[in-house]
């Protein structure tokens, strides 16, 4: 497709619930990356893709989170039982190859958790 | 831990001045700095800067990187309403591929 596409842009959940979140990458980029940006700050990594394997997810905050790329191309975030403080704008973005030229960001997801 | 700093965190100007908008970073391995401008949701990217003294230039806009400090400058001249964001710094590392983002300089343009 043209840009990163994020599904849904808006999610509310109660607490305890389980969420997933969807980003379609650009056609033909090998990197995704996933980014959780709480109100008023900068984004913060959460892990990266290089084709369908997951070569780093040092920033998912626990094991409440998980993502996957089985194919290579599309990405789904998974939060399990969320509390509030997952509430966040989540950020996918993807590129050629790695970040070395910088990424193309999706619109995000903004996860309300109530 | 790598640390990136932006300031000021918020900054309210009239349409037509000149804003300078700064950032520091204390990183190991640092290999490039990147500028993203902010308006909704998705940031979209401005500049990347690898060298020092090279000054990077998009129309009113404009980037320096000085490597000796550790700290880059984003240039706006001749602001207008549309320049309106919260515009992002962040580090690129060697070793691996994330970037690693300061809080931002929310840019208000009064008309």
């Known amino acids: 497709g043209a840009g990163v596409s994020q599904s849904p842009r808006y999610k509310v959940a109660k607490r305890g619930q389980d969420v997933a979140l969807r980003c379609d990458p650009i056609?033909?980029?090998?990197?995704l990356f996933w980014y959780q940006q709480a109100l008023g700050q900068g984004p913060e990594f959460l892990t990266y893709?290089?084709?369908?394997?997951?070569?780093?997810k040092s920033g998912l905050p626990s094991d409440r989170f998980f993502a996957e790329r089985p194919e290579g191309s599309v990405s789904t975030l998974k939060i399990q039982r969320t509390q509030q403080e997952d509430s966040a704008v989540y950020l996918c973005a993807s590129s050629l190859e790695g970040g070395a030229n910088g990424y193309t960001f999706g619109s995000g997801t903004r996860l309300t958790v109530v | 831990e790598d640390k990136v700093v932006q300031s000021p965190l918020s900054l309210v100007v009239h349409e037509g001045d000149t804003v300078t908008l700064n950032c520091s970073y204390e990183v190991t391995n640092f290999r490039s700095l990147l500028w993203y401008k902010q308006e909704k949701k998705a940031p979209t990217f401005l500049f990347m800067l690898?060298?020092?003294?090279i000054e990077k230039k998009s129309g009113r806009l404009s980037s320096i990187l000085d490597k000796k400090e550790l700290f880059s400058i984003l240039n706006i001249t001749a602001t207008q309403t549309g320049d309106s964001a919260v515009y992002l710094c962040a580090s690129y590392n060697f070793g691996n591929e994330k970037l690693t983002f300061g809080t931002g300089t929310r840019l208000t343009i009064i008309p």
């Open positions: 690898t060298s020092s003294g």
């Open positions: 056609s033909g980029h090998v990197s």
């Open positions: 893709f290089q084709n369908e394997a997951q070569l780093d």
